[in-house]
């Protein structure tokens, strides 16, 4: 069965602290490995990745993928109270009449003034 | 309009009504999918539009699911008969491909059976 696991499950930090999240995967037909963004309801796209080794970076966050161990990080630099949300993790894999984001249940993350 | 809108935004239902959840995507896209996502649960995908078109209901966990996009456009899921297992917050993202990639996901309904 296809899974996307996350750790931490939460993790709570203070303004300006460097974080590292974690995603771990086993997904048959893997497509690529997408990272959202949760506040309140609506996740927002962060990053996308295909290959192996190339750092997908957008100010101060930055992804990279690891196709061979399964599995890919996000970092966090100099966090902001505004850094607070959800981060979700998913798969995509090919089947069927389209490819199906497979989830994981998301690191809850608490940046403190 | 200018991003994917749900409504309603929230919904208390009694155990055994039927509820209609509205998504409007944005205007011009292909792609429609629904997730169901649990308290403290990931996002779980319950079926795709392409267009008018349901090309995948795999994810429906009973047949008291039911969703619809009649003119390609606004999709409506209704749940017929809910119990206390189907509260939950409701997504629907669009895509102006026929790929999740960059999906963009709406706010959500909050469905809350008692």
């Known amino acids: 069965e296809d899974k996307v696991v996350q750790s931490p499950l939460s993790l709570v930090v203070h303004e300006g602290d460097t974080v590292t999240l974690n995603c771990s995967y086993e997904?048959?037909?893997?497509?690529?490995l997408l990272w959202y963004k949760q506040e309140k309801k609506a996740p927002t796209f962060l990053f996308m990745l295909?290959?192996?080794?190339i750092e997908k970076k957008s100010g101060r966050l930055s992804s990279i993928l690891d196709k061979k161990e399964l599995f890919s990080i996000l970092n966090i630099t100099a966090t902001q109270t505004g850094d607070s949300a959800v981060y979700l993790c998913a798969v995509e894999a090919y089947g069927g009449a389209t490819n199906k984001l497979i989830f994981g249940t998301g690191t809850l993350l608490a940046v403190q003034p | 309009g200018a991003g994917v809108s749900q409504s309603p935004r929230y919904k208390v239902a009694k155990r055994g009504q039927d509820v209609a959840l509205r998504c409007d995507p944005i205007s011009g896209h292909v792609s429609l999918f629904w997730y169901q996502q649990a308290l403290g649960q990931g996002p779980e995908f319950l079926t795709y539009?392409?267009?008018?078109?349901?090309?995948?209901k795999s994810g429906l966990p009973s047949d008291r699911f039911f969703a619809e996009r009649p003119e390609g456009s606004v999709s409506t899921l209704k749940i017929q008969r809910t119990q206390q297992e189907d509260s939950a917050v409701y997504l629907c993202?669009?895509?102006?491909?026929?790929?999740?990639?960059?999906?963009?996901f709406g706010q959500g309904t909050r469905l809350t059976v008692v």
């Open positions: 295909t290959s192996s080794g």
């Open positions: 539009f392409q267009n008018e078109a349901q090309l995948d």
């Open positions: 993202a669009s895509s102006p491909w026929t790929a999740n990639t960059e999906a963009f």
């Open positions: 997904v048959t037909n893997f497509r690529s």
